[in-house]
Each structure stands twice: as structure tokens, then as C-alpha cells.
């Protein structure tokens, strides 16, 4: 999918020729994983991010979907600083994956030079922090040109690559946010809300899809790994559903507590910024 991103000349849209890529759209004709692609499956040349929690099964999820892309006659790799071949093979096994290739890669150029020569279409790179550059580069510059390289290796080789990321407690991505503002879709794994005495239960939520609908499913991770079939697309939730309604008198007994925490810490020596937070003077 040969784009040109410099393109600075206006040009009529009619006159744009759309590439065949946008026609070749292929799928893991598992439903509910489909969804999160925008229902049509996987675009050559298209990138896209899966982040969570160490422990969430993120690398467990994305072997389990490199299986199904395999099945449909496609070749496959799965790059990974993070784990050994033979962890890999491990775990592979486990779950039933074996028609994919494994590397522990980790310099960018070596991995996109391998993608074009072996001209793989479709590739998980676990994880973005283990990636290095041959070059001296501050951090940012670095998480810049890994980003720029390997968007524009699947653009011109027709690859579809994603990318693993981790994110702190609070859901935060860590490092800077490059990589999810320049992939096409991003996509956050996180415990399921609604079944928190399920421990195995997870919420897969698509939040960004530049060629195609958003969607989120719910999934439970089993010994042999996740149980797509009993997996399900959940109505979408109200915004308010966690909200409890109370009464004025509850919320002014409320605020009047709250009132006197803040009048006696400030007493104490703490002061209050401007969200909220109490910090020592």
C-alpha cells in the first residue's frame, strides 16, 4: 500500500486512485476478534497497538490471533524481546499455535529489513519498550524513528504489524504517546469491570479505528489459553452506569466533611493545587 504522507499539492478527490490494499482485506473469520479490526478484517499495510498490564495476556491473546491469520494461508511472525525462543515455543505450544515464525529481534532496522525479505503479512512485535536503534538518539527521537520505521515498512510491503505496549496502574501508556498517534488502531486490554470476582475475565476495547468501526468484547482466558467462542460483544455502556444517585442531604454531609479534611490540613501544613490533591508546603 504505497501512500504518499507528503504529498502537498491539492488534488481532487475523484482523481485519488484508492490502492488494491484497501480491497484485500483479510480475516481470522473468528467474529468477535474481527470486530476489533472494524469488522472487515485486517488492512495490508495497517498498524496497530494492543496495550495493558504486565500479566494481562496480551502475548497470549495476539499468539492466539497469529494462529488464526495463519490458518487462512498467510505468513506470520511473532519478534520478541521479551521472551526467549524456546519461552516462546513453550507457550505457543500450550495454545495450540504452531504454524507461525518466532525471532528474538530487537534492533529495528534488523526487524524490517527480515519483514521485507521475508515478505511476511502479518507481524506482532512484543513489546515496543525492548526495541532498540543502532544510532545515538535521545529517547524520544528514538521512540520517533522505531514508530516512523516500522509504519512505513508496513505501508510499502503491504505488512499488517502490531505492536504491544504497556501501560501503568492507572491505564496510562508508558513512554511518550508516539506510537499510539501514529498507529491506525489502538486497542487496550483490561480486567472486565462488571466481573471482577472473575480474575481470568477480560475487557478487549478497540478505542481508535482510522479505517473502520470501534468495538469492545469481553473474554475469559482459560487454561489453553482465551475462549473465543463463548467471547461476546456487549451492548455499549452507559456512561453513567457506576454513578449512585444521592440524596441533597447525603451530599451536603458530604461536602461539609470534605470541607473540614481541607480547612484542617491546610492548617497542618499541607496546601491544596488546583486538582485537588493535597501536597506538603
Known sequence: MNIDLDNTEFVSIENVAIPDAFYRRFKTNVEVVDSLFGGNGFLPGSTFTLAGGHGSGKSTFLLQVCSLVASQGKKVAYISGEESIVQISFNS???NVY???VSNLKDIDDICDQIVKNKFDFVII???PTLNVKKKLTSK???EYIVQKLCSTAKKNDTVIGIIQHVTKSGV???STVLPHSVDITIKMQRNEDDLENINSRDIVATKNRFGSTSFISINMKENGFDFLEASKP????PLHNVKVITMQEATKLFGTYYRATKYLNASGFKKDVKGVFSRS
Open 173 to 175: 501508556y508508558k513512554g
Open 235 to 238: 451492548e455499549k455502556k452507559d
Open 126 to 128: 512484543d513489546s515496543f
Open 141 to 143: 527521537k528514538k521512540e
Open 93 to 95: 505450544k500450550r495454545l
Open 99 to 101: 504454524d507461525i515464525k
